[in-house]
């Protein structure tokens, strides 16, 4: 299984970024993807998921009506959009995969993506 996310970068605040995640080596409508991110001397923790039709999402509170997830069963990918960026959004950001049936921990994401660097300036 591979996870292959892109789109990071450096943007000021206030700016977008979009975040993709390219998938293979699963039955991708088999699992919820979701989103977590880590900043430096922090732990990782969660921003949004996805589940298997795209249909319902969850998101952590400090980024509700800023990002959007979605995800595209076609191709096997599932991408994050970043809209009014803070300073504190700053971190190294990972895609996940959870099989559908297990319950919603971030310890139930058995494959992770290597991570694409967000930094946002003030």
């Known amino acids: 299984v591979q996870l292959q996310a892109s789109g990071g970068g450096l943007v000021q605040a206030g700016g977008s970024l979009r975040l993709s995640c390219a998938a293979s080596?699963?039955?991708?409508?088999?699992?919820?993807m979701g989103w977590f991110r880590q900043a430096p001397g922090k732990e990782r923790e969660f921003v949004a998921s996805?589940?298997?039709?795209?249909?319902?999402?969850s998101y952590a509170e400090f980024v509700k009506g800023r990002f959007t997830i979605s995800r595209d069963n076609a191709k096997n990918t599932v991408s994050l959009q970043m809209n009014s960026l803070k300073p504190e959004d700053t971190a190294v950001y990972y895609c996940?995969?959870?099989?559908?049936?297990?319950?919603?921990?971030?310890?139930?994401?058995?494959?992770w993506g290597q991570g694409t660097q967000v930094t946002v300036s003030s």
């Open positions: 080596g699963l039955t991708f409508s088999n699992y919820v």
């Open positions: 996940a995969a959870r099989y559908f049936t297990t319950p919603e921990t971030m310890r139930n994401y058995a494959y």
């Open positions: 996805v589940r298997r039709t795209g249909g319902a999402t």
